[in-house]
């Protein structure tokens, strides 16, 4: 495969850089001290800016205003993004509406799609994704509790759910719920969109996650659903589906977690050879001198270049053959990407002694934030067991 990118992509790489180095690194000041809402009408600005240089939702449908890009130049931007915690959001390719964008538009009926398809598209409402319980193991998720029973043309919908991101502000949830408890266990849940201003959509708290609960787009919430009642027309997708449906938000959404934690780890390791290079330890020796600290350079280099190119490669793999081709890349892209980036920000944030573990530096906000890449969207363990599984398949 050709990973040579045409003028057309380097030239947008090139002009997504520029604004991400001008204008939103710059904000992370404020982003790391601020609640996230009081940002707000300042990210709008960068936002309509982006509107209007023509980059906005570069992966969603293009009938919808994004810019319907392939999941490779996708990957590209995603990495370019990544380096600060502002550039998905800014772009309007920011998780979890990236995922329900791309259900919708698949699932969606025309009803569904311009209530809430178009605006998502459009930035002007916010979505969350609801699966996870608080009592069940989300590694397992068709153990699942969360109900809902038809009664007259409606779902009434029971449960308790945990770490749905960003649904502090959101308009609506994609909630999972068991709709037939007689099926096999991957037909049993259905995706039911619930809008929050329904009665019984109970938001108890955003999480305080490693010391933060965030808030708005920026935070996590335990929702309780009681008696929430939506109509039966707001099923996403055949039901008893919602398992399959969860499968084909996979792939991309893998390709896009990745490549931002890519962008990550390339602003890790700037930040880690900026100040090696600079920090005087003794008369005319700098960090950079010490063989510990080029180890850990060579190492952080060559492993994100390998995890770099694996994601590419995945990203290429699923464009040409399908995400059903590249199922065993995208459990191995998971892990190994996620543990690159922990190592790279471990090591950065030690060669900064005392100054990466203050707020002077990005370093301490990935430390404490991405740790959670090795558990969400499937822990390690479990994509490395089913990886294994696969592969050994072919020798039984
Ligand atoms: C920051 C963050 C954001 C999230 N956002 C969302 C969201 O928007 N929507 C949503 O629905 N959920 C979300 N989640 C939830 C996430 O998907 C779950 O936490 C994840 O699936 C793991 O489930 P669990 O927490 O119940 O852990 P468990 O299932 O209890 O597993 C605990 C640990 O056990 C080990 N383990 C589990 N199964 C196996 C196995 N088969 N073999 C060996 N070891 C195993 C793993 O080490 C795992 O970490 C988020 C989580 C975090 C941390």
Known sequence: MDFSLSEKTQTMLAMIDELVTEELVPMEEAFLRKPFRELLPEIEKKREKVRQMGLWAPGHPEDYGGMGLGLVDLGLISEVLGRTPLGHFVFNCHAPDAGNIEILHLYGTDEQKERWLGPLVEGKIRSCFSMTEVEMPGSNPVMMETTAVKDGDDYVINGQKWYTTSADGAAFAVVMAITDPEAPAHHRASMIIVPTDTPGFDLVRNINVMGHAGDDWASHAEILYHSCRVPQSNLLGPEGHGFVIAQERLGPGRIHHCMRWIGICNRAFDLMCSRAASRTIAPDRTLADKDVIQTWIAECAADIHAARLMVLNTAWKIEKLGWKEAREDISMIKFVTANTMQKVIDHALQVHGGLGMTDDTMLAFFYR????????????????????????????
């Not at 822990?379 to 039984?396: F, G, N, P, T």
């Open 369 to 396: 934030h991405e740790r959670a890449a090795r558990i969400y969207d499937g822990a390690d363990e479990v994509h490395k067991l089913s990886l294994a599984r696969r592969i050994l398949r072919q020798y039984r």
